[in-house]
């Protein structure tokens, strides 16, 4: 049944059945988004004993369709989450424990799509580990991914991978790739296992704090010329740690002398500058 109208939905999904469905097979559902024209909406926010669902492949969720399922362990089925902000993203002071791996249709990630779902390791499309072309903000963050290729990235959004397990891009790399042109704040803030780092594309720093708590981190490399954005403090950008990393620059990188790193940045008015200073620095791009 394809459940395009609210008054069949809410017939079988009511606040009587929303404590206690376990099991829930919409594959006849194309679409949860809702249409215009239509009085229907369709999602499953606060479904807290949901554990398992079957659904089309392609089905396409709505913003918020999963959010705060808790108990949600299984989606059989390949779902289309481009268009819906915290899709499976969990409530104020709740965590998804048990939905270890789910399918995709697509390469964007929105915002808070996989909030604080802490076991999620593995993403797939089309058979293999998902390489994203778009992370939104928060998209990712406080999940179980250990590997992830981010050289396609087009978009990284704040906090995306923030307090993620993320090693590498695969199991065979020692270092994570990232192709963004912008890195915002906080984007792999509280990544403890995160070590080596290459930022192919990269061109501007927008916020402070991306590497903060970041504890193991020990390289760094930039193969294009980076300059910060500005309205922000980016004294942090590192989390102080930079005495503990080697980095790699661009050989036409400005600011460089000796260990120091000097950039500026506007400041309202103003222009500030903020130095960084590393365990070793070296102006090349190839090792």
């Given at each position: 049944?394809?459940?395009?109208?609210?008054?069949?939905?809410?017939?079988?999904?009511?606040?009587e059945?929303?404590?206690?469905?376990?099991?829930?097979?919409?594959?006849?559902?194309?679409?949860?988004?809702?249409?215009?024209?239509?009085?229907?909406?369709?999602?499953?926010?606060?479904?807290?004993?949901?554990?398992?669902?079957?659904?089309?492949?392609?089905?396409?969720?709505?913003?918020?369709?999963?959010?705060?399922c808790?108990?949600?362990?299984t989606?059989n089925?390949?779902?289309?989450v481009?268009?819906?902000?915290?899709a499976?993203?969990m409530?104020?002071?709740?965590v998804?424990?048990?939905?270890?791996s789910?399918?995709v249709?697509?390469t964007?990630?929105?915002?808070?799509?996989?909030?604080?779902?802490?076991?999620?390791?593995?993403?797939?499309?089309?058979?293999?580990?998902?390489?994203?072309?778009?992370?939104?903000d928060?998209g990712?963050?406080?999940?179980?991914i250990?590997?992830?290729?981010?050289?396609?990235?087009?978009?990284?959004?704040?906090k995306?991978?923030?307090m993620?397990?993320?090693?590498?891009?695969?199991?065979?790399?020692?270092?994570l790739?990232?192709?963004?042109?912008?890195?915002?704040?906080?984007?792999?803030?509280?990544c403890?296992?995160?070590k080596?780092?290459?930022?192919?594309?990269?061109?501007t720093?927008?916020?402070?704090?991306?590497?903060?708590?970041?504890?193991?981190?020990?390289?760094?490399?930039?193969?294009?010329?980076?300059?910060?954005?500005?309205?922000t403090d980016?004294t942090?950008?590192?989390?102080?740690?930079?005495g503990?990393?080697?980095?790699?620059?661009?050989?036409?990188?400005?600011?460089?002398?000796?260990?120091?790193?000097?950039?500026?940045?506007?400041?309202?008015?103003?222009?500030?500058?903020?130095?960084?200073?590393?365990?070793?620095?070296?102006?090349?791009?190839?090792?």
């Amino acid at each position: 049944y394809e459940f395009e109208d609210d008054v069949v939905n809410k017939a079988f999904f009511n606040d009587e059945v929303k404590a206690t469905l376990a099991s829930l097979d919409m594959s006849g559902v194309r679409s949860m988004l809702p249409q215009f024209g239509i009085e229907r909406t369709l999602s499953f926010e606060g479904y807290t004993n949901l554990a398992e669902v079957t659904v089309q492949d392609g089905m396409v969720v709505s913003p918020s369709g999963f959010a705060g399922c808790i108990a949600l362990a299984t989606v059989n089925g390949a779902v289309d989450v481009t268009n819906a902000p915290k899709a499976f993203s969990m409530a104020s002071n709740s965590v998804n424990n048990v939905l270890k791996s789910i399918e995709v249709t697509g390469t964007e990630i929105p915002s808070y799509a996989f909030y604080y779902c802490k076991a999620l390791e593995t993403i797939e499309y089309k058979g293999a580990q998902l390489a994203p072309t778009v992370v939104g903000d928060a998209g990712l963050a406080v999940t179980a991914i250990k590997y992830m290729d981010l050289s396609k990235l087009t978009s990284l959004g704040e906090k995306a991978f923030k307090m993620t397990k993320i090693i590498s891009s695969n199991k065979n790399t020692t270092y994570l790739e990232v192709g963004a042109a912008e890195i915002p704040a906080e984007a792999f803030s509280g990544c403890a296992d995160l070590k080596m780092v290459k930022f192919t594309n990269a061109t501007t720093i927008t916020g402070d704090k991306v590497f903060e708590n970041a504890t193991t981190l020990i390289q760094v490399k930039f193969l294009k010329v980076v300059s910060l954005g500005s309205g922000t403090d980016f004294t942090n950008v590192f989390g102080g740690k930079e005495g503990s990393i080697d980095l790699w620059v661009n050989p036409e990188q400005s600011g460089v002398n000796g260990l120091n790193w000097t950039l500026e940045y506007i400041n309202g008015k103003n222009v500030e500058t903020v130095k960084y200073t590393f365990k070793s620095i070296q102006k090349k791009i190839e090792d």
